[in-house]
């Protein structure tokens, strides 16, 4: 008998907000996290927009000890423990450096790269014949798995701690790892989430595809247009979430607070045929990992009541909902609502699964659906699909039980996740 | 440099490295940087780097590997400075 998983902490550090209570907000009102940035603008970047969490080195402090902040350039690894220690907090635990070893409790935190600021650090010393004076923690900031060796440590965690990479769809790639590592009792509880660092070195190569938008260089808070007929790129955006699944029966035991439960999920990929590539996704690889996911939930495509898309204001969105509208066999009115959080953080890259996952999760408990803010002007390839009504562009409350989210990223790979409000 | 001048500097140099605050208050010539000061092994990379700094003197792999203790930093730190 597999056991039923449920979310019971969560820790975000979005464009929009820092922590779940800013965060709830700002997704409620819409609130945009996108701003004008000077570096991208002196380094000629097309487009010079973006969203960075707004971190005071007062809170920094509160997470980090004077000595881990020495020579520390990491700002994913600074994100993604914000995010996993408050999401660890919020499930009723401590962070406490003398706290027994945990051998039930495992971590799974992705990243697409790590610490890019400091490499660039390194790769100037090296060049400079100065590698002997590097200092101690650029390979602990640089390594790909760098956040979960902070956070474990942080955190006394026994159980897997590793890190995953799958581009886009890496934090919501992570829950499903979690989830299944439950699921089949090798653990008890999973710290999941992903993070991304923020800048032009991360941000450059994306930049140089000519993906970001440049026609918003002035009103940032207008750049991120999911699904909108003018919508012209994505905006980049960093940070990390964080979630705590757990077994329901250690949920219940603790009589801790339980925000959702996971259905069920899957991931595939569309292997680079039949119309995917190393940048766009194969269609039909989408719709069965929408389908399985479904099926794995042991629900129906009539279930979902609200889609967190992926949908990140590039030319594809209507190829997404084309493919939601196929895998679910519904249309018009009868489509779910379906809202995309970059429409006010950007497209958080590695961290945008588990930052989207985190307000999926926010939005059933609380009973809400976000805005899409700047779709006003929907895309009419999209309105020939789905009824407008369906795609929010103020906030609704909405009674509801079921919620799907996808993340799909480059590499052509998929990930699909069912939320269901939890019903012991 | 004395033992007077010397132990001072390297009080502050190490004092964020240090794990163990108790050993570091009563810190002596004979107080082992790992042993008694908990400091993180991979940390006395960075106080080599850090006495290099404040000295303005190179330190090779050997002397590295040679500074465990404040005695045996306080020798080669002044071998330095007169060479």
Known sequence: MKKRVVITGL???????????????????GKSGITFHQNLKDLNFSCQIGGVPNISEDLKSKYFTDLQLRGFNSS????????????????GFNMNPESELDYYTGLIFGTGTSGVEKFREAIHGVDEGKVRRLGSTVVLQTMASGVSAYLSGMLGLGNQVTTNSSACTTGTE????GFDRIQNGKAKRMLVGSCSDDGPYIWGGFDAMRVMTYKHNNEPEKASRPMSATASGFVPGSGAGALVLESLESALERGTTIYAEVLGGEVNSGGQREGGTLTAPNPEAVKRCIKKAIENSGILSND????NGHLTATTK????IENWTKALNRTGIDFPYVNSTKSMIGHCLAAAGAIECVASVIQLKEQF??????CEDLHPEI???IDSEKIPTEKIDLNFDVLAKASFGFGDVNACVVFKKFHL | MNKEELIPKLKTIIAPYVQDEEAFKFLSEDTDFVKDLKINSANLVDIILDIEDEFDIRLENEDMENMLDVKSAMQIINTKLDN
């Open chain 1, 304 to 307: 979902i009541e609200v889609i």
């Open chain 1, 383 to 385: 309105e020939a699909l």
């Open chain 1, 317 to 320: 969105d209507a190829l997404e």
């Open chain 1, 76 to 91: 994913g690894i600074l994100y993604g423990c914000i995010a996993g220690v408050d999401a660890w907090k919020d499930a």
């Open chain 1, 174 to 177: 992570a829950l499903l790892m």
């Open chain 1, 11 to 29: 820790g975000v550090v979005a464009p929009n907000g820092v922590g779940v209570t800013e965060f709830t907000d700002a997704l409620r009102e």
């Open chain 1, 369 to 374: 659906i976000a805005p899409n803010i700047n």
